[in-house]
């Protein structure tokens, strides 16, 4: 098997700088780049992103809201909600960051990779569509699913959130609808407290949501069970034309914000299972886009070890075999919620 990546970088997502406290911090990326400048040099790697057209953004976005976004460039510095702030040039970074994801999908769709990763900022599964929330302004994978669906005609998208806080609103986005299928887990007791087992869809997307609420101690062999014995069946099931993961660090065990026990290993090993998965679903194209991770040596380490398997260089060896009695009950929990729509459990 063998998997050409992509990696879209910009120094133009340096630009937005929340406030020198926030931990939505431009060095965040700057560690991410360091890192790969050192072990990923090779320049035909790289893509660069271009500006996300307004059409683009208002297929999640009120036109009012992205009008105020464009109107903060006038000013130093906005406080949009109590979390999410922006200076001039933010909304260079946010439209960039849509436009990344965007060039990600083209260069998947055309044939030109099996995966990309988009390294970009801000981050943006929390962004609603007429308000910023939780670091993020525009909903980058959101809005990417949506022209996936229009642009492409596909009708089977399945989204990956590993991010340690719930993506709220891209399971608001879809939750109606079987053409995407959200796949998340998270910590609940942290923002935006969304995400518990029982939220499983509604109408046409009845059990089209699968949400893992994971207890704080997770750890790699927790993970790698929960999403050996629940991801596996999603995917074999729901047979995905395109995988989109919202990549986020902050489960690290090293992280501020998330606090749970992952190590950099696990975000290989899960690299390595949807690698697998999309072999064996006709080779789904695989679109990674950064969201959180605040410890910016665990961020970087963690952003390693996805590249070094999708450019081949990691480990080859098969994924360690993870069972653990908390992750057990945790898989029997979502199993029964979704027993009844057997859309992925027969
Ligand atoms: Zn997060």
Redesign the pocket.
């Given at each position: 098997m063998t998997i050409a990546v992509r990696v879209i970088r910009d120094e133009r997502y340096l630009e937005h700088r929340p406030g020198s406290e926030h931990p939505e911090s431009p060095k965040r990326l700057r560690s991410v780049y360091r890192m790969i400048e050192k072990d990923f040099p090779d320049a035909d790697l790289y893509l660069e992103p271009d500006l996300a057209t307004l059409e683009q953004l208002e297929l999640v976005h009120a036109p009012s809201y992205v009008r105020q976004i464009l109107d903060t460039s006038e000013r130093e510095f906005t406080t949009l909600t109590p979390d999410t702030a922006v200076s001039a040039k933010s909304y260079l970074s946010a439209w960039l960051a849509v436009g990344g994801c965007l060039k990600g999908l083209e260069a998947l769709m055309a044939g030109q990779c099996r995966a990309c990763f988009c390294l970009a900022r801000p981050p943006g599964h929390h962004a609603l569509p007429d308000r910023a929330s939780g670091f993020c302004i525009f909903n980058n994978l959101g809005v990417t699913a949506r022209y996936a669906l229009e642009q492409y005609g596909l009708k089977r998208i399945l989204i990956v959130d590993w991010?340690?806080?719930h993506g709220n609103a891209l399971q608001n986005l879809f939750y109606s609808e079987s053409a995407v299928l959200y796949f998340s887990s998270h910590y609940m007791g942290w923002f935006p407290h969304t995400g518990d087992w029982d939220e499983t869809g509604q109408g046409e997307g009845e059990g089209y949501t699968v949400n893992l609420p994971v207890f704080k101690e997770l750890g790699d062999a927790d993970m790698m069970h929960l999403y050996g014995e629940l991801l596996v069946p999603v995917v074999q099931r729901y047979k995905p034309e395109l995988i989109l993961v919202a990549a986020?660090f902050?489960g690290h065990h090293r992280d501020p914000?998330?606090r749970t026990r992952l190590t950099e290993s696990c975000f290989g090993w899960l690299t390595q299972l949807l690698v697998q998965l999309s072999d064996s679903v006709n080779a789904a194209p695989i679109l990674l886009a950064l969201?959180?991770g605040y410890d910016t040596h665990a961020l970087a380490a963690s952003v390693r070890e996805v590249l070094k398997v999708l450019s081949h260089q990691g480990r080859r060896e098969r994924i360690p075999t993870f069972k653990t009695e908390r992750a057990a009950q945790l898989v029997e929990k979502v199993r029964r919620a979704h027993a009844r729509y057997g859309i992925w459990t027969r």
């Open positions: 991010d340690i806080h986020g902050d914000l998330g969201e959180g």
